[in-house]
């Protein structure tokens, strides 16, 4: 039987919409594989309830709608996603390392490939592992209110209608909403967006991934500013200042050394994949680290211990002698 075109459009629309409501989604979640999930759900939902959607034109606010309710789903019962910083204070480089915590308690970074290239151009710094962060403390709705009327810009007008609710009520979640931001940005340090160009971006990951590759420690920390922070999920320790961070590589992560590295995007900034070598002459992922930079210099440095994040960045699964830097 002959598909009808009115029952394949609506598959292609709502494909149109995943980057941005991925975007949305992980800032409601806290996880790129969440945010994924979600999305993935809400094109099913919306998918099976296609045929309720009567105006066309209202098909962007029906989906995120359906994402919304999606996330809320997902958040029942969760616990608050966070950073290491938000654990308590920094330790050294001599400090032992604690047990660790399972992936849920961390903020998780999210492919910037996956996600609205016009979104990134504009609102870049929303995305930062810290905002992320602090979008968690919010209580759901409020969070939905601060994300689509701050950051999508959306009215305060849609916003009700979206909810359910009227604009005073949007208005005073907003409102509630940014008090509390406010005081959290001392708190958790956000450290403020990337301030460089794109080329020089690029010029100083070029730097970091030559001096990380012959592992010359002395050279890498001259990319770091002097209050740079270095943190290393699933562990609670976290690092403060260039001094620390090399005494780290030379002690507990010398084990980085010999390591190869591959460029990639989170976050809306440059990271890097690091592939360990192991016994067979093969280099298998350990880490992906992004990097956040202000003025020519390193500010920040998570370093996602987790192997499962690779092939969510289109990442290589092992590389070999022949691989290179990309």
């Given at each position: ?14 494909e149109?919409?995943r980057r ?6 992980y ?8 945010a994924e999930d ?6 099913v ?7 309720r959607l009567?105006?066309r034109?209202a098909?962007?606010s ?9 996330c809320y ?5 969760s616990?608050?996603?966070a ?6 204070p ?9 047990p660790?915590?399972p992936?849920e308690?961390?903020?998780q ?5 996956n996600l ?12 930062r ?14 969070r939905?209110v ?7 810009r959306?009215?305060?007008?849609e916003?009700?209608e979206l909810?359910?609710?009227?604009v ?5 979640a ?10 959290l940005e ?18 100083l990951?070029t ?14 920390v001259t990319?770091l ?10 562990f ?17 992560g ?7 590295l ?9 990271a890097?994949?690091?592939y ?20 020519g ?23 070999t ?6």
């Open positions: 039987m002959a598909t009808h075109p009115d029952t394949i459009r609506p598959e292609l629309d709502l149109s919409y941005e409501l991925t975007g949305y989604c800032r409601m979640l806290g996880s790129g594989f969440d979600a999305v993935q759900e809400t094109m939902r919306a998918w099976k309830s296609a045929d009567q105006d034109a098909l962007k029906w989906l995120y709608r359906i994402a919304t309710n999606v789903d997902m958040l029942q019962g616990q608050r996603r950073r290491p910083m938000d654990m308590g920094a330790s050294t480089a001599e400090s032992a390392l604690d660790g915590l992936a308690a961390w903020v970074p999210v492919a910037d490939a609205d290239p016009a979104e990134l151009a504009a609102s870049k710094e929303t995305l592992l810290a905002f992320v962060a602090a979008l968690q403390h919010l209580p759901a709705r409020q939905v601060l994300i689509l009327r701050e950051v999508l959306w009215q305060a007008t916003v009700a909810l359910d609710t009227s005073a009520s949007v208005n005073s907003l409102q509630r909403a940014r008090a509390t931001m406010d005081e001392l708190e958790l340090d956000a450290g403020g967006p990337a301030r460089v160009d794109e080329a020089g971006q690029q010029e990951l730097r970091y991934v030559d001096a990380f590759e012959r592992y010359d420690v002395a050279r890498l990319l500013k002097d209050d740079v922070v270095f943190n290393m999920p699933p609670e320790l976290w690092l403060q200042g260039p001094d620390d961070v090399a005494k780290w590589m030379l002690g507990p010398i084990a980085c050394k010999d390591a190869k591959l460029t990639t995007r989170a976050n809306g900034c440059p890097v994949a690091i360990k070598p192991d016994e067979d002459g093969v280099w298998r992922p350990f880490n992906l680290a992004v990097l956040e930079i202000e003025g210099e390193i500010t920040l440095i998570t370093n996602f211990l987790d192997p499962e994040l690779f092939p969510a960045f289109g990442l290589p699964t092992e590389l002698d022949s691989s290179s830097a990309a």
